[in-house]
């Protein structure tokens, strides 16, 4: 009877030691498993935020939010005609207030 209890013993270590070993090895899944969800998380907000503002820039660039132009009026500049060209120009002579006479 002596061994088999030493058997027993034995094998519920065996068995401790093998549950041990699998709950460690799930535990390692699981925080593999969620870094990698993060980064695809992380990933997709990103790519979706990216994809938002270009679809907004393009909608209100070129698509029906875009502005509408308005037309400018031109201004044409047309001489005007002068009743009659002089032949002679008009000057006006004023002394230059600087200048002295002479004594």
């Known amino acids: ?3 088999g209890g030493k058997d027993r013993e034995t094998r519920e270590s065996r068995e401790r030691a093998r549950r041990y070993l699998a709950r460690q090895q799930y535990q390692a899944g699981l925080s593999t498993r969620r870094t990698r969800d993060n ?3 992380a ?3 990103g790519l979706l935020i990216v994809a938002a503002f270009v679809a907004q820039s393009l909608y209100f660039t070129t698509g029906p939010g875009a502005p ?3 037309p400018t ?3 044409t500049s047309t001489p005007t005609p002068t009743a009659e060209p002089t032949a002679e120009p008009s000057e006006s002579v004023e ?3 600087t200048e002295t006479p002479e004594p």
Do not use: D, K, Q
Request: charged share 5%; hydrophobic share 60%.
């Open 1 to 3: 009877m002596a061994a």
């Open 39 to 41: 980064v695809v998380a």
């Open 43 to 45: 990933l997709v907000g």
């Open 68 to 70: 509408e132009p308005v």
């Open 73 to 75: 009026p031109v201004v």
């Open 95 to 97: 002394p230059n207030p």
